[in-house]
């Protein structure tokens, strides 16, 4: 977080470049190649590979400086803002955590862009919602994805599994694969430790999900004490594999350490770099709602921004950039070469199930409901994500997580209502 007084200069130092131009002594760089900074360390290979298409395309490639550690990461785009180490580019979050930066001026407007690629058809109205903050759009999607239940498909078919229908199908499966000695479920105790319990309140009740992101409803309030009984009963069941283990998710599936991993249509990406084919060694389902009643099947769904900064050394160049990035020559590129889905509806996906979800969900099949990562104000995240680190290992202690939780969104809401 900023100090007022930092956030004071810094707008004032962009107001008076706004005024001023870049300055007679200081005529504005024009560049060939972008600083891409981002927080997905592992996709350097393609980022390097979409460099070599938008050279070729549009005279511009990317240099990519990847992190791992997304506290980092933050921390240094943050640091960036007053500093002259700027990135040209650099990935981000939707939520809060755009509006953030956004608020701080430090964000490129982009609303040309999404006005002429939704012309195009190279963009969806339903996208701009998770991008427009006073009314204007920020960034571009760098990725989209819809979250479901990858599973390893060797383990299913020695046990005479299959992708289940209803929750109740799900337990039984779990059931199965405990009774053989196998652990059904991963979670984690680090970052990720809230994708449980997104994916149990929004499969029983998403209205609920919405308004709790929204400081309309408290996570003490019986229907959210409801959810984390529920995840203690999964947990107190056997299910899930220890949230203090660091293999990567993706070993574990491959493994077989456990049978099922809950994650992005992005952990696709982690899968096909393991020489792992879907369809044979793994595969992906919809997870079915809690709450049978539900009148559509709720789907967590999230889109990664693309951004550049307003004080960019070369804001043309980064426009461009951003602009084809949008299209579908770059996106059947960025989609294909890691075996995941596009933010472009023209491009087609090639994997079976996740191009069936692609278009399920494009079609208005599901509930989107926005991942909780984006969908809470960034305060109120830290807690929660803090809290539910120490769920997964004290599951006893749900009430004095979720009273710690509202005591930060209670302060949160006190000053943003």
């Known amino acids: 977080m900023f100090r007022s007084r930092v956030v004071t200069l810094g707008v004032a130092a962009l107001v008076l470049t706004a005024c001023g131009g870049n300055g007679a ?45 997304s506290a980092q990461y933050q921390a240094f785009i943050k640091a960036s803002f007053r500093t002259d180490v700027k990135p040209d580019l650099f990935t981000w979050q939707t939520g809060g955590m755009l509006e953030q930066i956004v608020k701080q001026k430090q964000v490129a407007d982009t609303s040309a862009i999404w006005q002429e690629a939704i012309k195009n058809g190279d963009l969806s109205k339903d996208l701009m919602p998770y991008y427009t903050i006073g009314g204007k759009q920020y960034c571009v999607p760098m990725n989209v994805a819809y979250w479901g239940m ?52 929004a499969g029983t009740d998403p209205d609920l999900y919405d308004r709790l992101s929204t400081g309309e409803a408290k ?93 960019a ?25 890691r075996g995941d889905v596009s933010a472009n509806p023209k491009v087609k996906i090639e994997d079976k199930a996740l191009g069936a979800v692609t278009k399920d969900a494009g079609g208005g099949k599901y509930r989107l409901v926005n991942r909780y990562f984006e969908a809470t104000p960034p305060p109120v995240l ?5 809290g539910f680190s120490k769920f997964v290992t004290q599951p006893g202690s749900y009430k004095e997580v979720l009273e710690t939780i509202q005591q930060a969104a209670d302060e949160y809401w006190s000053t943003h209502q």
């Open 25 to 69: 002594d200081a005529p504005q760089e024009k560049k060939t190649e972008l600083t891409l900074y981002n927080d997905k360390g592992a996709w350097t290979k393609y980022f390097d590979e979409m460099s070599a298409l938008s050279k070729q395309s549009v005279g511009l490639s990317i240099k990519p400086t990847g992190y791992t550690d």
């Open 219 to 311: 996570y003490t309030d019986p229907g959210v004490v409801q959810v984390m009984e529920k995840w203690k009963q999964l947990i107190d069941a056997g299910y899930f594999i220890n949230p203090g283990d660091k293999t990567d998710p993706a070993d574990v599936l491959k493994n077989g350490k456990a049978a099922m991993v809950s994650l992005g249509t992005w952990f696709n990406t982690s899968m096909t770099q393991r020489d792992l084919k879907a369809g044979e060694d793994y595969d992906f389902f919809v997870i079915p709602n809690v709450n049978p009643a539900l009148p559509k099947t709720s789907m967590i769904f999230e889109s990664g921004p693309l951004c550049s900064l307003t004080k």
């Open 382 to 386: 830290t807690a929660a994500l803090d």
């Open 150 to 201: 990858f599973y390893n498909k060797k383990i299913f078919d020695k046990h005479g599994l299959k992708p289940p229908e209803t929750w109740d199908d799900l337990i039984k499966t779990a059931d199965t694969l405990k009774q053989n000695g196998v652990k059904a479920f991963y979670h984690t105790s680090v970052l990720f430790s809230f994708v449980w319990f997104e994916q149990l309140l």
């Open 313 to 337: 050394a070369d804001p043309d160049a980064s426009t461009k950039y951003l602009k084809w990035w949008t299209t579908a020559e770059a996106q059947e590129k960025w989609a294909t070469s």
